[in-house]
């Protein structure tokens, strides 16, 4: 029988069931898991839990919830973390130099092979073990080492010009951290990461919770007014 199609919004909160069974599994030494616990852990409702995780054929067992190395397995399969893919950065600025040297991406599956700038004054450095190529090289590069995702972390203006290189070599998945859309062909899948706007995302919540906070010290201080009256 074959599987529904996963949708794109499950597909987005597969990362975060991962990330909460892996730090059951390797902190506490968890074996099985309710859908209320990872709902509470990935900040949804079980509900939405136990949808997501049907689409990868896993309904878990009434009184004992899901098994969580089998869920690991699943979703690592299902996300293809079971895979090795070689990924390249393009812009060593200061976001580019923390990518390059985090080590989470190779522990997740992803190997970065390949730092591109240029800026002659970089080119040449080593950068978290790799030395700084020219974007020139990008082709070639590309192609000996069979990249298949591209990150641009590079200013605005540079991002669509350095997305058509990717492009032109054969690049298939983008990750733009560059705050500016960039155009690629159908066939391309591009995942926009905007630093700025999740900040004022966070800005949104923040405000609203000192709105209440304020409104609850008000209403405390009436009813004291009214008390001492």
Known sequence: MRRRPIPEATVGRL??????????????????????????????????VRKDLSYLGSYGTRGVGYDVEYLL?????????TQDWPAAIVGIGNLGRALASYKGFSERGFRITAI????????????????????????????????????IATPPLAAQEVADKLVDAGVKSILNFAPAVVNVPPDVTVRKVDLSIELQILSFYQQRTQAIATAREANRRLRNQHGAG
């Open 15 to 48: 990362p975060i069931y991962l990330r909460a069974l892996l730090d059951l599994a390797e902190s506490r030494g968890e074996t099985n898991v309710s859908s209320d616990e990872l709902a509470r852990l990935a900040g949804v409702n079980a509900a939405k």
């Open 116 to 151: 591109f700038d240029v800026d002659e004054s970089v080119i040449g450095e080593e950068v978290g073990g790799m030395i700084v190529r020219h974007l020139d090289e990008l082709k070639e590069v590309v192609a000996e080492m069979g990249t298949s995702i591209g990150i």
């Open 73 to 81: 397995y699943q979703i690592t399969r299902e996300l293809g973390l």
